[in-house]
């Protein structure tokens, strides 16, 4: 909770500090002053809990997590309002009480947001958004002159410590074998990657953070390429019906 409110602050100001690249973009911004507060590392947290991330576990954690964010943020974007001043299309806005909703102030019109923290997410090794893990190992390229073209291998953190303590990551990549064939029946559901978990549970995780992010959520819905158009049309009925702003 305290991280929460230093960031709906934080991100408060960041919109002071933007520059916007035409007149309508500085003049909208400034009227509704949104934020997008989100969430990073989702994946990472279900498997240091060892929860499966297609399980009602994790959705149940999702939900709970996803109140909080929303009730602290929204608690302290009212407080900012009131110390600082309501972004000036409050007075028109459904948050409004005069206007049927249920603030008296109101610093940012939306608050959260979901984004793809594709890059970020790398650079702190954190598994994006809420998004399932994409790779247990994968392999980069390194073109810098000192290495030059060699082949790094990876491994999940968490994966590495169900690991025999003998094995060398380098030749079991290099044999092209797959990872999770060292993992137990239990361990292999916790580790899940993104095709190996049904569209539809995809779907469900998205809905469950949608009920609280007021805002947009970055989230890939994987099928295989041998998917069929009723597979499709089910993902995208499901995600309308189940209230998610995009999919």
């Not at 690249?21 to 507060?37: A, C, F």
């Not at 947290?45 to 997590?65: F, G, N, Q, V």
């Not at 290099?174 to 580790?191: C, H, K, M, N, P």
């Amino acid at each position: 909770e305290d991280v929460i409110v230093t960031c709906v602050r934080f991100l408060d100001n960041v919109v002071d500090a933007n520059q916007h690249p035409t007149p309508t973009t500085t003049e909208m911004n400034s009227k509704t002053r949104k934020i997008g507060l989100g969430v990073m590392g989702w994946a990472d947290l279900l498997t240091k809990l060892m929860i499966p991330y297609d399980s009602e576990s994790a959705l149940d954690l999702a939900d709970r997590i996803g109140s909080s964010l929303k009730l602290v943020a929204d608690r302290e974007s009212s407080v900012l309002g009131e110390e600082k001043g309501d972004f000036p299309a409050f007075d028109k806005s459904p948050l409004n009480k005069k206007n049927g909703g249920e603030w008296s102030h109101m610093r940012n019109a939306w608050r959260l947001s979901v984004a793809p923290t594709g890059t970020i997410s790398m650079i702190a090794e954190a598994s994006s958004g809420i998004e399932p893990l994409f790779a247990l190992a994968y392999k980069k390229h390194n073109m810098s002159s000192q290495l030059g073209n060699t082949a790094l291998y990876y491994v999940n953190e968490e994966v590495r410590k169900h690991l025999p303590l003998d094995i060398d990551i380098d030749e079991y990549m290099q044999s092209g074998a797959e990872i999770t064939t060292s993992l137990s029946d239990e361990l292999q559901d916790v580790f899940k990657t993104s095709n190996d978990i049904d569209h539809l549970d995809h779907v469900r995780m998205q809905a469950v953070w949608q009920k609280h992010v007021d805002s947009g959520i970055s989230k890939t819905i994987n099928l295989p390429n041998n998917a069929s158009e009723g597979s499709i049309w089910e993902s995208y009925m499901t995600a309308w019906k189940l209230g998610c702003k995009g999919i």
